[in-house]
């Protein structure tokens, strides 16, 4: 993001905390299952304690970019989105934490957002980075046409509408499973499981054309980068070591 680091400890604080706590925040989904109690109740807790290393990361992160001397590039942007797409992650990985949300949102699609999100977070920034090293390990400068406009633009509405795709299923399916269990008649098979899907049914259909959509997306990166590599003007280090040699 050519910008200078704001505190190293707040670096530190967000590396370990998330570091120790994400591993343990996936079992409260699970609540009411098979597994201990104690493990439980101690995911709720570890999860809520994420807001300790998300203030630490937001607050270093936006006093770096203030220090930016440059004009910020379209790879930055994309660079900010998956650092706001990581904040969202978090976010929600906190408040279906909450006692009142948790039993509608176990065992659903919810798992996916919070799964989708941090991982497209790091998809994100290892597709900003890519073409932030390109200039300097193949000696090509990029030149962001209308191909790099629809990669960046086309994996920013992709994990869009597929967070908010699975957050749907997962708030559906929940509150109609809960609904049903409430009132002694499950939903996961019958009459009941009918009404349920067709309340998630053209959901799971959105989600075989997000994937399609994410494919095409990831090929046109590929070309882009292929293109580059291949054919993007020579940066003026290389030509300097040309000309020495």
């Known amino acids: 993001i050519d910008a200078i680091l704001f505190n190293k400890t707040l ?4 590396f370990w905390g998330f570091l120790f706590l994400l591993p343990w925040t996936s079992y409260k989904y699970y609540f009411g299952s098979v597994l201990p109690n104690w493990l439980e109740n101690v995911s709720i807790y570890l999860s809520l304690s994420l807001i300790i290393p998300l203030l630490a990361f937001t607050v270093n992160y936006v006093k770096t970019t203030q220090t930016r001397e440059v004009e910020m590039n379209k790879s930055s942007s994309l660079m900010n989105f998956s650092v706001i797409l990581f904040l969202i992650t978090n976010v929600l990985n906190m408040v279906s934490s909450f006692e009142n949300l948790l039993p509608l949102v176990g065992l659903t699609n919810f798992q ?7 991982f497209g977070s790091l998809v994100l920034a290892s597709v900003s980075l890519t073409y932030y ?4 390990l193949f000696g090509r400068s990029v030149k962001y046409s209308l191909l790099e406009d629809l990669v960046f633009s086309g994996f920013k509405l992709t994990y869009l509408f597929l967070l908010i795709n699975n957050f749907l299923i997962g708030v ?5 499973w809960n609904a049903a269990a409430n ?3 499950p939903a996961i098979y019958g009459e009941g499981f009918n009404i349920v899907w067709s309340l998630v049914g053209i959901n799971y259909s959105a989600n075989t054309f997000i994937s399609l959509l994410f494919l095409g997306v990831t090929t046109l990166f ?3 980068i292929i293109r580059t ?17």
Not at 11 to 14: E, L, P
Not at 172 to 176: A, K, L, P, T, V
Not at 229 to 245: K, L
Request: glycine share 10%; no cysteine.
């Open 11 to 14: 670096s530190s604080i967000s």
């Open 112 to 118: 996916n957002v919070i799964s989708y999100g941090y």
């Open 133 to 136: 090293l390109i200039p300097k």
């Open 172 to 176: 559906n399916s929940g509150y109609s």
């Open 183 to 185: 009132a002694g008649s």
């Open 222 to 224: 590929f070309i882009s």
């Open 229 to 245: 590599v291949s054919s993007g003007d020579i940066t003026t280090v290389e030509e300097m070591v040309f000309n020495n040699e």
